[in-house]
């Protein structure tokens, strides 16, 4: 959205999933899915999800960390399985910009834009 745009606010939601990225790499497998709905679950399994989860809440940190330096104006929400940061002020491109600078993904994240209208028609 262009900066001088007086038609329209922009609100931006960034969530975070826990346990899950939004895409699979071919071959790639949720380890939550290993444990979940399964007779047996194996010792393995528990210790690959907890790596997995390990180093997944760690780039969601990173994520917020920098968009929270970028940008002082977050609502951030924390839920069971996730975390959720929207903001009507600070334009999704940069901060899409931003993540992918520091070497994070579409696949790390779920992106909802809203457009609200100031005035008038559209």
Known sequence: MREDNITCIQHAKFIFDFFEKREWAPGEESPLKKIT???KVEPGAVRNLGAFLSVRLDRIARMMEILLSAHD????T????RVIMETNSFDFNDAIRLLKEHGFHDDEFVLQVEYERKWGML
């Open 37 to 39: 709905g399964v007779r």
């Open 73 to 76: 104006n977050w609502a951030v």
């Open 78 to 81: 924390g839920k069971k399985d």
